[in-house]
């Protein structure tokens, strides 16, 4: 099995995922025995910790479906959908909103990402 797909699914897992979550509020909680120095693969293993939590909260606050976690693709996906929305929405006015911001990926079918609304 791939190194980087079995850290994904590490990251995915609820136990994983409570523990970075309560890591990040309690001090006393680590995720390693050293704090410091970490090896590549800690890294790596932090990175789809936060990845896999930050779409967690997409999910629970109705952005993206459940169904785009089970698959990599779909993750893979939303995750630049989203920075090119984010580098988008920097560089538009602040006082125009998006209008459509929620996402859906309906497994099986083409994924069409929804268009910002273009200034005027």
């Known amino acids: 099995m791939n190194i980087y797909k079995s850290i994904r699914e590490l990251a995915k897992t609820n136990k994983w995922q409570n523990l970075f979550s309560a890591s990040k509020d309690l001090n006393n909680i680590r995720l390693f025995r050293n704090d ?3 090896s590549k693969l800690q890294e790596l293993f932090l990175n789809y910790l936060y990845i896999y939590d930050m779409v967690t ?3 629970l606050m109705g952005e993206i479906m459940e169904f785009v976690l089970n698959d990599d693709i779909y993750i893979d996906s939303y995750l630049l959908w989203r920075k090119e929305n ?3 929405n920097e560089k538009t006015d602040n006082k125009q909103k998006p209008t459509n911001r ?3 990926l309906v ?3 083409k994924i069409i990402f929804p268009k910002e609304a273009k200034s005027k």
């Open 86 to 88: 984010k580098y988008k």
């Open 107 to 109: 497994p099986g079918k």
């Open 102 to 104: 929620r996402l859906h």
């Open 36 to 38: 410091i120095d970490f």
């Open 57 to 59: 909260k997409d999910i």
